[in-house]
Nanobody
């Protein structure tokens, strides 16, 4: 059974930083790209970052790419998302998701329960 468990969210002031973690299990970690999505209140879910398992390249959405860094700990099957200079518009539930293959095609098959990030102004 595929499991993706996020953690690391919380309440922070604008300008702060968070590192979100996603522990993956139930599939071969090296065979699937992993991404981070977020869903703000009243809005749809949007992909914000992805890391390819085919060549290690990283991708980011235009909305926040200057402030995001995605990385992996392949020994522990963990994917991290570092978010710097958080802004109120970053308030959302953040999900990690398994892609349909090793490349970042932005199509997802499984995702976790999410972790809430709330940024106060």
């Amino acid at each position: 059974e595929v499991q993706l468990v996020e953690s690391g969210g919380g309440l922070v002031q604008a300008g702060g930083a968070l590192r979100l973690s996603c522990v993956a299990s139930g599939f071969t970690f090296d065979e699937y790209a992993i991404g981070w999505l977020r869903q703000a209140p009243g809005q749809g879910r949007e992909g914000v970052s992805c890391i390819s398992r085919s060549d290690g390249t990283t991708s980011y959405s235009d909305s926040a790419k200057a402030r995001l860094t995605i990385s992996t700990d392949t020994a522990e099957n963990i994917v991290y998302l570092q978010i710097n200079n958080l802004q109120p518009e970053d308030t959302a539930v953040y999900y990690c998701a398994q892609a349909i293959g090793p490349a970042c095609n932005w199509y997802w098959t499984n995702w976790g329960q999410g972790t809430q990030v709330t940024v106060s102004s």
